[in-house]
């Protein structure tokens, strides 16, 4: 199992360039996450999905958008990138959720720069 | 506002020696709490959860406790090894509202053991 791959890794835009960055599970998990992490700041949640076809606003969404056409992708768009959305970006995927807590397994993260 | 904070200094420790990591929040009572390890330039993997009615949980050399009355999460890592060094993130499971269990992460404590 390869469990959460990101593509690129790596990325530098020029401000107002539009990206999309890829997300891959293949551990059949139902719910997927787009994170952003900051120095000196917790993880932020971006936006998420709780199945396939259903995408739903998290923490800072605003800049970006999501769509998740198959169940084990979750791709995050930048329309129109800005020097603020400099950021490691993180996917992470959870089995479903619920009354309990389940553990999130994360991708390798995406570092991008915008100029 | 829900607030988490974990050390921003870094921890420093001999080999051998016991790490202990605080996580307080305010404001909130999770049900659940979780912590994750974070090396340079990777994705945070998943180490331990720990309900609300759960003193404490271990796991080999990993020890955390969960005290609702002092809103505080105690890390512990016994027998300390330089391979132990990352940064560790406390993430507080607000509970399954809107469609997801909404996560919310500290920004971390970076832990060098040294031998």
């Known amino acids: 199992n390869a469990g959460v791959t990101q593509t690129p890794k790596f990325r530098v835009l020029k401000t107002g360039q539009s990206m999309t960055l890829l997300c891959a599970q293949d551990?059949?998990?139902?719910?997927m996450y787009w994170y952003r992490q900051d120095p000196g700041m917790g993880l932020r949640l971006i936006h998420y999905?709780?199945?396939?076809?259903?995408?739903a606003k998290g923490e800072v969404p605003d800049g970006y958008n999501v769509s998740r056409l198959k169940k084990q992708n979750f791709l995050l768009g930048l329309e129109s990138a800005a020097p603020s959305q400099t950021s490691v970006y993180f996917c992470?995927?959870?089995?479903?959720?619920?009354?309990?807590?389940?553990?999130?397994?994360f991708g390798p993260g995406t570092r991008l720069t915008v100029t | 506002s829900q607030k988490i904070e974990q050390n921003s200094e870094a921890l420093n420790i001999q080999e051998g020696k016991t790490a202990t990591l605080t996580c307080n929040y305010t404001?909130?009572?999770?049900?659940?709490l979780q912590w994750y390890r974070q090396d340079p330039g990777r994705g945070p993997v998943f180490l331990l959860l720990i309900r609300e009615n759960e003193k404490e949980k271990r796991k080999e050399r990993l020890k955390v406790t969960f005290d609702t009355t002092l809103k505080q999460s105690l890390f512990h890592i016994t027998a300390s090894q330089p391979a132990d060094s990352a940064t560790y993130l406390c993430a507080l499971d607000k509970g399954f509202s809107g469609g997801y269990n909404k996560l919310i992460f500290g920004a971390g404590t970076r832990l060098a053991v040294h031998p």
């Open positions: 999905s709780v199945g396939e076809g259903t995408t």
């Open positions: 404001n909130y009572s999770p049900a659940y």
């Open positions: 551990m059949n998990h139902e719910y």
């Open positions: 992470a995927s959870s089995l479903r959720g619920g009354p309990i807590s389940y553990e999130q397994y």
